[in-house]
């Protein structure tokens, strides 16, 4: 493979991206490297490499192999200014093993009140053992941020658009202020992936994806990945080292198969997304439509400004259901599945509602009418939007059904 296709724009970069001849031979792909073991050839070999610790090096299975070293060498192609990435066993294993990376007893923690709720918990909970306290602030609260800040704050997580309610925030003013205040900025860039936003060229040190969601792309996969500049690329590498992280070949061929196809599965879920989200925005039965792609919501125009796409992920408000009707919305739909995660072809219907998790903000917003907090999340698959939106229509016949 030439140089060439890592040169160029996202679409040849997805397809060249990771791909050396020594990892993949003579074939398109690098053949799955299953194993613990590695041999030496020679004492001599097998001395010297116990002082040697860089990347693409065979050494113990523990350190991977070249599978999984073309699929962090390909997120690392695409990820802007990134120096390396750490692959993990699952997008919350990226989310503890970076933030681990950074903190020690005694500091404090910023978490985004937004965060996707294991973050939260871990920040809570986890790491509170640990002599770390977590505080949640308003995302959105750009004026109030710098007060958050004391000699304690060693980081930040940032989330953008939040899990659940897709509020964008402006990450750019976000993690320069965390960088005044000498605070590390960790950014959760699931929805987005480093195809629809920079994170690193926007001023965050540490890019997290779980490769789960967009990667994958087929709901058969757990992964997620941290990428970085060239100090906390190093320091995420010896944390996950010492951590004993590690993901199996296999699963690191399917994620490579996954990122080759990505574009134009996100492109694809992206205008089915937008066309649902305007056909659920002139429904009566919706009062919101929370999908930052859409002219008019909230988010859109920090989400212009900063992203260069968006993905099938957003969240509807209903005007005026109880659990009970949207539960018989969900139940009646054919094409969307009711389960976690999202990035999949398949498309996904979940009830959410944050009210009870929030801590740093009130959730509904203040500004918003009596019983508008009870939120669906959709996550478009491939499927046609004709179809879903039929479909969809099928959740409102069930929801005046007593
Ligand atoms: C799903 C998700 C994760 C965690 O990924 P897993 O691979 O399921 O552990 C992290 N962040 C966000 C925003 C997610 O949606």
Request: aromatic letters at 8%; one cysteine or more; hydrophobic letters at 40%.
């Amino acid at each position: 493979m030439s140089d060439a296709g890592k040169n160029g724009r996202r679409d040849t970069k997805a397809v060249a991206a990771g791909r050396r001849a020594e990892w993949t031979g003579p074939v398109v792909n690098p053949p799955i490297w299953r194993g613990s073991t590695h041999l030496y050839p020679d004492i001599e070999t097998f001395e010297n490499s116990k002082s040697r610790n860089a990347d693409g090096e065979f050494f113990y299975g523990r350190r991977g192999s070249p599978t999984q070293w073309a699929l962090s060498e390909a997120l690392t192609q695409l990820e802007p200014d990134a120096h390396g990435t750490v692959l993990y066993p699952s997008g919350v294993a990226a989310l503890s093993g970076a933030l681990m990376t950074v903190l020690k007893p005694g500091d404090v923690l910023l978490v985004t009140d937004n965060a996707y709720e294991p973050t939260r918990l871990m920040a809570s909970g986890l790491f509170k053992q640990f002599g770390i306290e977590a505080r949640f602030f308003d995302p959105l609260d750009l004026d109030g941020f710098a007060d958050h800040f004391c000699d304690r704050t060693a980081a930040v997580m940032l989330e953008s658009p939040g899990s659940l309610t897709m509020e964008v925030c402006d990450i750019p003013a976000l993690a320069s202020i965390a960088r005044e205040h000498k605070a590390v900025s960790l950014l959760d860039n699931t929805w987005a992936s480093s195809l629809g936003f920079p994170a690193l060229q926007h001023g965050c040190d540490i890019a997290i994806m779980a490769l789960t969601k967009h990667v994958g792309g087929h709901s058969d996969l757990m992964m997620g990945s941290a990428s970085a500049g060239k100090l906390y690329y190093s320091r995420l590498r010896r944390t996950a080292q010492s951590l004993g992280h590690v993901v199996s070949p296999d699963d690191a061929a399917l994620a490579l198969r996954g990122l080759r196809t990505m574009p134009l599965r996100l492109d694809k879920s992206t205008a089915s997304a937008l066309e649902i989200a305007h056909w659920l925005n002139q429904h009566p039965a919706v009062s919101r439509v929370l999908c930052p792609m859409l002219p008019g919501a909230p988010g859109h125009a920090l989400w212009k400004r900063d992203f260069s796409g968006g993905c099938g992920l957003f969240s509807f408000v209903l005007s005026d259901a109880d659990t009970a009707a949207r539960a018989r919305f969900i139940d009646a739909l054919q094409l969307f599945g009711i389960g976690f995660s999202w990035g999949g072809f398949e498309s996904l219907a979940i009830p959410y509602d944050p009210k009870s998790i929030r801590t740093g903000t009130a959730w509904p917003p203040e500004s918003w009418g009596d019983g508008e907090h009870l939120g669906i999340r959709l996550s478009i698959g491939l499927e046609d939007p004709q179809d879903l939106i039929r479909d969809l229509e099928n959740g409102f016949a069930a929801l005046e059904q007593i």
